[in-house]
T-cell receptor
Framework: GAVVSQHPSWVICKSGTSVKIECRSL??????MFWYRQFPKQSLMLMAT?????????EQGVEKDKFLINHASLTLSTLTVTSAHPEDSSFYIC??????????????????FGPGTRLTVT | SQQGEEDPQALSIQEGENATMNCSYK?????LQWYRQNSGRGLVHLIL???NEREKHSGRLRVTLDTSKKSSSLLITASRAADTASYFC????????????WGLGTSLAVNP
C-alpha cells in the first residue's frame, strides 16, 4: 500500500500565530513530498517541493519565509504557516512520491495524496 | 503553474447516463493522470495513462489520450450519485522533475 496522512485535518487559529501541518508517508519512504494549496472550487496550486535532507524548492510567488518546509526524515515533511493571516485560510494538501521499484523493475514515481488540512485564520 | 484545461467546468447529468470530461495540455508529457475529489476532501487517484498509450479502462472508467491533439478524455459510464465530485487531470511533463501540472477541474453532479 501507499498511505499518506496529514495532521491536523482541520485547524482554526488567530491571526498572527503560526500553524504547523504534518505530512507522513505511513508505509513507504518518500525522499520527495509536495505541498499544495487549494482555494474553494479551484484546482491545486503547487507551493513547494520538499526534499529530504535539503532545502525545499518553492514555486514562483510563494514566500519561503512565510511557508516554512522541513523534510527531516524519509517519512515526514512539515509545513509551517508563519504569522498567519485570514488570506492564508485554505485547504492544504501534501503528497509523497513513491519511488520504490516495481516488480517490473520500473519506478512509477507515483504521488500519493494526504487527506488535506483545512486552515481557517480568524 | 496550471497548464491544463478541462471542459466542461461543470456537468450535471442523471443517474445512469454517461459523463465525459475533457482535458487539454500544452507540453510534451510523460503521463497523464485523472483524480477525483469529493467536496472538501483529499484526492483519489483514478487512472494513469502513459504517453505511449491511447486508451485505458478501469471498471466504469475509460480514458483516452491523443498526444497529437494534446488532449485526454475521461468517460464515466452508467453514472451513480456517488460519482458526484470534482475531477482533475494532471500531467507529468517529459523531462520535468516529475511535478504534477494540474488542470482546472470539472465539477460533476449526478442527480438521482
Amino acid at each position: 500500500g501507499a498511505v499518506v496522512s496529514q495532521h491536523p485535518s482541520w485547524v482554526i487559529c488567530k491571526s498572527g500565530t503560526s500553524v504547523k501541518i504534518e505530512c507522513r508517508s505511513l508505509d513507504f519512504q518518500a525522499t520527495t513530498m509536495f505541498w499544495y494549496r487549494q482555494f474553494p472550487k479551484q484546482s491545486l496550486m503547487l507551493m513547494a517541493t520538499s526534499n529530504e535532507g535539503s532545502k525545499a524548492t518553492y514555486e514562483q510567488g510563494v514566500e519561503k519565509d512565510k511557508f516554512l518546509i522541513n523534510h527531516a526524515s524519509l517519512t515526514l515533511s512539515t509545513l509551517t504557516v508563519t504569522s498567519a493571516h485570514p488570506e492564508d485560510s485554505s485547504f492544504y494538501i501534501c503528497s509523497a512520491r513513491d519511488t520504490r521499484l516495481r516488480t517490473s523493475g520500473i519506478r512509477s514515481y507515483e504521488q500519493y495524496f494526504g487527506p488535506g488540512t483545512r486552515l481557517t485564520v480568524t | 503553474s496550471q497548464q491544463g484545461e478541462e471542459d466542461p467546468q461543470a456537468l450535471s447529468i442523471q443517474e445512469g447516463e454517461n459523463a465525459t470530461m475533457n482535458c487539454s495540455y500544452k507540453t510534451s508529457i510523460n503521463n497523464l493522470q485523472w483524480y477525483r475529489q469529493n467536496s472538501g476532501r483529499g484526492l483519489v487517484h483514478l487512472i494513469l495513462i502513459r504517453s505511449n498509450e491511447r486508451e485505458k479502462h478501469s471498471g466504469r472508467l475509460r480514458v483516452t489520450l491523443d498526444t497529437s491533439k494534446k488532449s485526454s478524455s475521461l468517460l464515466i459510464t452508467a453514472s451513480r450519485a456517488a460519482d458526484t465530485a470534482s475531477y482533475f487531470c494532471a500531467t507529468v511533463n517529459a523531462g520535468n522533475n516529475r511535478k504534477l501540472i494540474w488542470g482546472l477541474g470539472t465539477s460533476l453532479a449526478v442527480n438521482p
